[in-house]
């Protein structure tokens, strides 16, 4: 059975769509069978991150509303064990079955190792339909003392909803600044009260990739790129350390 792994934040702009992309495409390249989902009705970007805005795809509403079968989801055109479904452009997160949309999950369990649903801003409707169903968060934040808070918040929300296994992704670190703060691991880890899953650094990298519709570990296996790759080998039970 596969794995929902929620990617949120709450906070717009930490990364959450870069890092699900990321983290997405290197358990691809390590022969896993991968669903991406983007749940960001409205605003959706993941397709860009994964370097598939040139691809057809359909939307995880053309699944749950049984006009395609999950199976028909768009593949990635360098990952083959990637698959991909946008989100609807004209659908209020408010008005989605959550029904139809929770047997779609179900079915992608019997085909798919990892299913990431990567959230929009904000911790209304958008945040709890990626949440909803997760068996794992991913709460990308920060790395200043109040991008942190704003995670523990949003993980207080995630208790609210029963939400146990939530961990935490410190993105876009600048390891300069890090030795400035005299800031460790430690540290954040004190300061989140959510465990750390992985950091990772300021990488332009990132932005570039996206400018060459290319994805992150197409373009660099350095930086943010072997990051995520650490992160995915954590995600398989791999005892990676933490470091930037
Ligand atoms: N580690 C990073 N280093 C540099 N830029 C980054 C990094 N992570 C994300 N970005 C950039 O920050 C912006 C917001 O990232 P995005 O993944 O869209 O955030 P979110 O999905 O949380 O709104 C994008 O322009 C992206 O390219
Ligand atoms: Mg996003």
Redesign the pocket.
């Known amino acids: 059975m596969g794995e929902l792994i929620g990617v949120l934040?709450g906070k717009?702009?930490?990364?959450?769509?870069?890092v699900c992309a990321a983290v997405a495409s290197a358990l691809a390249q390590f022969g896993e069978r991968v669903l991406c989902i983007d749940c960001d009705v409205g605003l959706r970007?993941l397709d860009i991150?994964l370097g598939m805005s040139d691809v057809a795809a359909l939307s995880f509403d053309d699944v749950c509303s049984g006009s395609y079968s999950l199976l028909q989801a768009a593949k990635h055109p360098i990952y083959a064990p990637l698959q991909f479904l946008t989100a609807p452009m004209n659908c209020p997160p408010e008005q989605i079955d959550i029904e139809a949309f929770g047997q779609m999950l179900a079915q992608a369990r019997k085909h798919f190792s990892y299913i990431f649903l990567d959230a929009p801003?904000g911790l209304e409707a958008g945040f709890h339909l990626a949440a909803r169903f997760a068996d794992r968060i991913l709460l990308?934040t920060g790395s200043d003392p109040a991008a942190i808070r704003d995670a523990s918040r949003a993980a207080e929300v995630l208790e609210l909803m029963g939400k146990t296994n939530v961990r935490l992704v410190v993105?876009?670190v600048n390891e300069k600044m890090f030795s400035k703060m005299k800031l460790t691991v430690d540290d954040i880890m004190d300061q989140a009260g959510i465990p750390l899953l992985g950091l990772?650094?300021?990488?332009?990298n990132?932005?570039l990739a996206?400018a060459f519709k290319k994805p992150l570990l197409f373009q660099t296996r350095k930086g943010?790129a072997a990051a995520c790759s650490r992160i995915a080998k954590r995600l398989q039970g791999m005892n990676e350390k933490i470091r930037l």
């Open positions: 934040s717009g702009g930490t990364g959450k769509t870069s970007n991150a801003a990308v993105n876009r990772v650094p300021e990488d332009h990132v932005v996206a943010a």
